[in-house]
């Protein structure tokens, strides 16, 4: 019925991880044999994920513009420290913490609001989160379009039009107020996804608790506030640290709306290295930012990891 | 706990003995449903609006589509599409298929017996290969977009569509293996070991008892992915040009475009979305689950 090595194979399958401490010939060769089936995808990762970044370092270490091929040199710190004076990549790091900060904060309140009234039987219900899940879908460079072109275009815009009697006929929404254009649209976009985490945590509620709060007396409010919200904190928290973690490297929205203007207005640090390493040509500098990028992110996300990580395993295994 | 009375009108039934509150009680509570209910429709609607107004922009002629006041009756046309189609968006909308598709079934390749290992069968250091899954995706893509560059620069694959699967799939696996991951631990034991007693190997277990159980979750896995490549921008325009450029590039050719061509933007617009909103409708159920990487059901 079977390949003669099966049974063997899943007999090491079968054997929790708890004998480690016998490393025997045979214990090592089924170690391998369990360990198979992981090891395409964990190298894949490693090759794709880790090997250019270890490329970047060494790349931030010397003086690279593709420009001027005969000018490499091994420079040691000199790109780091021109990274840390450099003030327009700080102007970007300052944007980038704004505009993912908004972002997530808004579209969760808003997220959280849809999800409220979504959680409830009515006559379309389907229709309803069918819609609202829409903008997610939606090409994000699409939605840099719509909004750009048709929502916030000063004249024949529609937000303009609706906002025409507060005396804003003709706000050119892109130019002079880029960060907040872009934040519009990335809110958005990021509000269905918020709107589905929160609504899932609402179904999941225990509703003999909600029972016994309203048989207690207990008021809308008072059950939102002492029993809801609880549940949903640990939604909550997931969504916000998943949307930072894509927020963080939006760069369509800013590339289709803004291009990081006026001048530098509206430019996050994806946005900037791209232009300093595909307009600039300047390799090693862009990879000096590279890695500080990634140290900052490592440094504010270490906390962060550790939480989403705990969070999710606690959410896989209570289910198992 | 206790509120006065006054402050709990929702709940006219709740604190008596009535067994069901709020279903048959008195026309208040169903005349406040309905209001509930017509609010809610009037937020969604408003919500997705500028969808809506995108999608009613492209039926218009191009004079139509930027008025002040705008225009809300007009004849629908198809001109616009069948415009943006004359204009070569076929090659666009190949690569973008291949991408997607090539990266979802390599994705799923790696990631089925990848999740397998961690969950069913979990081998040492689980924990730390999961985390280092998920530690990918915290990685900024500009910090590795450099080396990439130069290195298919060198190997000769700069605007080649495979070199996007590749990226795409390194994208899309640490989100696959928790997401499978988690369908598999659902997989109830008993079914495992009874397949075992009568005498199935590990190929064969995978083969017709999980793979079963787990079809839906693997078509939603698959799903996820499809979005998230289809989606896909920063790699798509850099790494990209004549041959190889995906959907989301092609539309960044109507940004340099003046004048009243918003009509054919919108159904530009519509024509590179409407594959991935149709299958994220499709998969709505479990958009939740993939999205959060399968910490959320």
Same mark, same amino acid.
Request: hydrophobic share 55%.
């Given at each position: 019925?079977?390949?003669?090595?099966?049974?063997?194979?899943?007999?090491?399958?079968?054997?929790?991880?708890?004998?480690?401490?016998?490393?025997?010939?045979?214990?090592?060769?089924?170690?391998?044999?369990?360990?198979?089936?992981?090891?395409?995808?964990? @190298?894949?990762? +490693? /090759?794709?994920?880790?090997? =250019? *970044?270890? &490329?970047?370092? $060494?790349?931030?270490?010397?003086?690279?513009?593709?420009?001027?091929?005969?000018?490499?040199?091994?420079?040691?710190?000199?790109?780091?420290?021109?990274?840390?004076?450099?003030?327009?990549?700080?102007?970007?790091?300052?944007?980038?913490?704004?505009?993912?900060?908004?972002?997530?904060?808004?579209?969760?309140?808003?997220?959280?609001?849809?999800?409220?009234?979504?959680?409830?039987?009515?006559?379309?219900?389907?229709?309803?989160?069918?819609?609202?899940?829409?903008?997610?879908?939606?090409?994000?460079?699409?939605?840099?379009?719509?909004?750009?072109?048709?929502?916030?275009?000063?004249?024949?815009?529609?937000?303009?039009?609706?906002?025409?009697?507060?005396?804003?006929?003709?706000?050119?929404?892109?130019?002079?107020?880029?960060?907040?254009?872009? @934040?519009?649209? +990335? /809110?958005?976009?990021?509000? =269905? *996804?918020? &709107?589905?985490? $929160?609504?899932?945590?609402?179904?999941?509620?225990?509703?003999?608790?909600?029972?016994?709060?309203?048989?207690?007396?207990?008021?809308?409010?008072?059950?939102?506030?002492?029993?809801?919200?609880?549940?949903?904190?640990?939604?909550?928290?997931?969504?916000?640290?998943?949307?930072?973690?894509?927020?963080?490297?939006?760069?369509?929205?800013?590339?289709?709306?803004?291009?990081?203007?006026?001048?530098?207005?509206?430019?996050?640090?994806?946005?900037?290295?791209?232009?300093?390493?595909?307009?600039?040509?300047?390799?090693?500098?862009?990879?000096?930012?590279?890695?500080?990028?990634?140290?900052?992110?490592?440094?504010?996300?270490?906390?962060?990891?550790?939480?989403?990580?705990?969070?999710?395993?606690?959410?896989?295994?209570?289910?198992? | 706990?206790?509120?006065?009375?006054?402050?709990?009108?929702?709940?006219?039934?709740?604190?008596?003995?009535?067994?069901?509150?709020?279903?048959?009680?008195?026309?208040?509570?169903?005349?406040?449903?309905?209001?509930?209910?017509?609010?809610?429709?009037?937020?969604?609607?408003?919500?997705?609006?500028?969808?809506?107004?995108?999608?009613?922009?492209?039926?218009?002629?191009?004079?139509?589509?930027?008025?002040?006041?705008?225009?809300?009756?007009?004849?629908?046309?198809?001109?616009?599409?069948?415009?943006?189609?004359?204009?070569?968006?076929?090659?666009?909308?190949?690569?973008?298929?291949?991408?997607?598709?090539?990266?979802?079934?390599?994705?799923?390749?790696?990631?089925?017996?990848?999740?397998?290992?961690?969950?069913?069968?979990?081998?040492?250091?689980?924990?730390?290969?999961?985390?280092?899954?998920?530690?990918?995706?915290?990685?900024?893509?500009?910090?590795?977009?450099?080396?990439?560059?130069?290195?298919?620069?060198?190997?000769?694959?700069?605007?080649?569509?495979?070199?996007?699967?590749?990226?795409?799939?390194?994208?899309?696996?640490?989100?696959?293996?928790?997401?499978?991951?988690?369908?598999?631990?659902?997989?109830?034991?008993?079914?495992?070991?009874?397949?075992?007693?009568?005498?199935?190997?590990?190929?064969?277990?995978?083969?017709?008892?999980?793979?079963?159980?787990?079809?839906?979750?693997?078509?939603?896995?698959?799903?996820?992915?499809?979005?998230?490549?289809?989606?896909?921008?920063?790699?798509?325009?850099?790494?990209?040009?004549?041959?190889?450029?995906?959907?989301?590039?092609?539309?960044?050719?109507?940004?340099?475009?003046?004048?009243?061509?918003?009509?054919?933007?919108?159904?530009?617009?519509?024509?590179?979305?409407?594959?991935?909103?149709?299958?994220?409708?499709?998969?709505?159920?479990?958009?939740?689950?993939?999205?959060?990487?399968?910490?959320?059901?």
């Amino acid at each position: 019925m079977s390949a003669p090595t099966a049974p063997e194979r899943e007999e090491a399958a079968a054997r929790p991880a708890r004998d480690r401490r016998r490393p025997s010939p045979s214990a090592r060769r089924q170690g391998w044999v369990r360990r198979a089936p992981l090891l395409p995808a964990l @190298v894949f990762m +490693l /090759v794709v994920t880790q090997l =250019p *970044f270890l &490329a970047t370092i $060494v790349y931030s270490l010397r003086s690279w513009n593709l420009l001027r091929p005969d000018s490499q040199a091994w420079v040691g710190l000199a790109n780091y420290a021109a990274v840390f004076t450099d003030r327009q990549f700080l102007a970007a790091a300052a944007n980038t913490v704004l505009i993912t900060a908004s972002c997530v904060i808004v579209a969760m309140l808003l997220g959280v609001g849809l999800a409220l009234l979504l959680d409830r039987k009515f006559w379309g219900r389907g229709v309803v989160r069918t819609l609202i899940i829409t903008p997610f879908l939606i090409l994000p460079v699409a939605t840099a379009l719509l909004w750009k072109h048709i929502m916030l275009e000063p004249v024949f815009g529609l937000i303009n039009f609706v906002l025409t009697p507060f005396g804003f006929a003709d706000f050119d929404w892109v130019s002079q107020a880029p960060v907040l254009s872009v @934040v519009i649209a +990335l /809110v958005w976009q990021w509000t =269905p *996804f918020m &709107a589905l985490l $929160v609504l899932a945590g609402l179904q999941s509620q225990n509703t003999d608790v909600l029972e016994a709060g309203q048989v207690d007396g207990a008021s809308k409010w008072q059950m939102f506030t002492w029993i809801t919200l609880p549940h949903l904190r640990r939604y909550i928290e997931l969504g916000v640290l998943l949307g930072s973690i894509y927020v963080v490297n939006t760069f369509d929205t800013i590339y289709m709306m803004t291009q990081g203007g006026p001048g530098t207005a509206s430019s996050n640090l994806p946005f900037y290295i791209y232009q300093r390493t595909f307009l600039g040509f300047d390799i090693g500098q862009s990879a000096a930012m590279g890695v500080v990028v990634v140290v900052g992110t490592i440094l504010v996300a270490l906390l962060a990891l550790r939480l989403i990580f705990r969070t999710f395993m606690d959410a896989q295994e209570a289910r198992s | 706990m206790t509120a006065p009375a006054a402050e709990r009108p929702a709940r006219p039934g709740a604190g008596s003995a009535t067994p069901e509150p709020g279903r048959r009680l008195p026309n208040a509570a169903s005349v406040r449903g309905g209001a509930l209910t017509v609010f809610t429709w009037a937020v969604g609607l408003l919500f997705v609006s500028p969808a809506l107004w995108l999608v009613l922009t492209a039926f218009k002629e191009e004079n139509q589509a930027a008025t002040d006041p705008p225009t809300l009756f007009f004849t629908p046309t198809l001109e616009r599409f069948s415009a943006v189609l004359e204009s070569d968006f076929a090659p666009y909308l190949g690569n973008s298929l291949i991408a997607t598709l090539a990266s979802t079934l390599l994705v799923l390749v790696l990631g089925i017996p990848a999740a397998y290992a961690l969950s069913v069968a979990p081998v040492k250091r689980t924990k730390d290969v999961l985390f280092f899954f998920i530690s990918t995706k915290m990685l900024p893509v500009v910090a590795v977009v450099v080396p990439i560059y130069v290195a298919a620069a060198h190997l000769s694959v700069l605007d080649n569509v495979w070199t996007l699967v590749v990226l795409y799939t390194a994208m899309n696996l640490p989100i696959a293996v928790w997401m499978l991951r988690s369908f598999f631990l659902e997989v109830p034991t008993a079914i495992v070991e009874a397949a075992r007693v009568e005498g199935a190997g590990l190929p064969r277990v995978l083969w017709s008892v999980m793979l079963p159980v787990m079809a839906p979750g693997i078509a939603a896995t698959a799903l996820i992915c499809m979005i998230f490549a289809w989606n896909e921008f920063f790699f798509a325009v850099n790494l990209t040009a004549a041959q190889a450029a995906t959907v989301p590039v092609f539309l960044t050719g109507f940004v340099t475009s003046e004048g009243l061509f918003v009509a054919q933007l919108s159904a530009a617009v519509v024509m590179a979305s409407l594959p991935i909103v149709i299958v994220g409708w499709t998969a709505q159920r479990q958009l939740v689950r993939g999205l959060s990487m399968g910490a959320v059901k």
